[in-house]
C-alpha cells in the first residue's frame, strides 16, 4: 500500500483582474503597483516650499558674476568709511626730515586694525544680503562672493589712498612748512587685512545656507512597508 500524495502549494501567481477583491490597490495587496518614485529628477533642486527647481550652470555663473561685480563696488563706502573712521598719524617736519610727531602712538596699528574690522564686518552683510536674495546658494555663488570681496577691499583700500591725505610726503611737508603738524597718508601696513571679507564673507555664507539653506529630498522607497516577505507581501 502507498501513502497517498501530498498535493503540491499552488503557485503564486497574480489573481485574474477579476478577482477585484485581491487585486485592488490595497496596502495588504501582495500585486499591487510599486509606488512612483517621489524623488527629484536629476538636474533639478528643492526650493523653500519643495517644489523642485531646475538648475542651470549659467544662470548660476550669471548669478555669480552679478554678485561679484555688487559686491566689489561696495568697497567704495568701505574706502571711505575707513577713511573717515581710522586714526591719522601725525607727521612733523624741520627743514630736512620728516619724522613721526608721537614716536610711542599707535595710530598706524590703528589704521590696519580699523581696515580689518570694517571688512569683517562687510563681508558678514554681504553674505547676509546674497543669502537672503538667494537661498539656494551653490559653489559658483560662493566663489562670486568670496571674488567680489576680494576686489571689494582692494578697492577699498585704494580708496582710501585716493582720497586721503597727499601720498607724497616730501611735497607736502614742503607745503605746509617745518615745524608744522600734518596726517600721514593712508597705508596699510599688513596686507594680509585684505582677506577679511572675503574670508567673512564665504563663511558666513557656507554657515548661512547649512542652517538655513533648503534641504535635499528624502531618500524613497518603492514601496510604503519596508518589511515584506519572501513573496513581496508585507510582514505582519
Do not use: C
Not at 496596502?27 to 542651470?56: F, K, M
Amino acid at each position: 500500500m502507498t501513502a497517498p500524495l501530498t498535493p503540491s502549494q499552488p503557485p503564486h501567481d497574480r489573481p485574474e483582474d477579476s478577482d477585484t477583491d485581491s487585486s485592488g490597490p490595497g496596502p495588504d495587496n501582495p500585486w499591487r503597483e510599486p509606488a512612483r518614485s517621489s524623488g527629484y529628477a536629476a538636474g533639478t533642486a528643492p526650493e523653500e516650499d519643495g517644489s523642485p527647481v531646475t538648475t542651470d550652470l549659467k544662470a548660476d555663473v550669471r548669478d555669480a558674476v552679478v554678485v561679484m561685480v555688487a559686491v566689489a563696488a561696495s568697497g567704495v563706502l568701505l574706502g571711505l568709511l575707513w577713511l573717515w573712521l581710522a586714526p591719522s598719524v601725525p607727521l612733523i617736519a624741520d627743514k630736512t626730515t620728516v619724522y613721526l610727531k608721537d614716536t610711542e602712538g599707535e595710530q598706524a596699528i590703528g589704521v590696519d586694525g580699523t581696515f580689518a574690522l570694517l571688512a569683517l564686518a562687510f563681508g558678514l552683510v554681504s553674505a547676509v544680503v546674497v543669502f537672503l536674495v538667494r537661498r539656494r546658494g551653490g559653489i559658483p555663488l560662493v566663489v562670486g562672493l568670496a571674488a567680489g570681496g576680494l576686489l571689494g577691499a582692494v578697492l577699498a583700500w585704494k580708496v582710501g589712498v585716493w582720497v586721503g591725505p597727499e601720498t607724497d610726503v616730501a611735497a607736502h611737508a614742503r607745503a605746509v612748512g617745518a615745524g608744522v603738524v600734518f596726517d600721514a597718508p593712508m597705508e596699510l601696513k599688513a596686507k594680509g587685512v585684505l582677506l577679511a571679507w572675503p574670508v567673512a564673507a564665504m563663511v558666513a555664507q557656507l554657515v548661512l545656507t547649512g542652517l538655513f539653506g533648503p534641504r535635499d529630498p528624502e531618500p524613497f522607497s518603492s514601496y510604503e512597508s519596508p518589511y515584506r516577505d519572501a513573496y513581496g507581501a508585507p510582514e505582519r
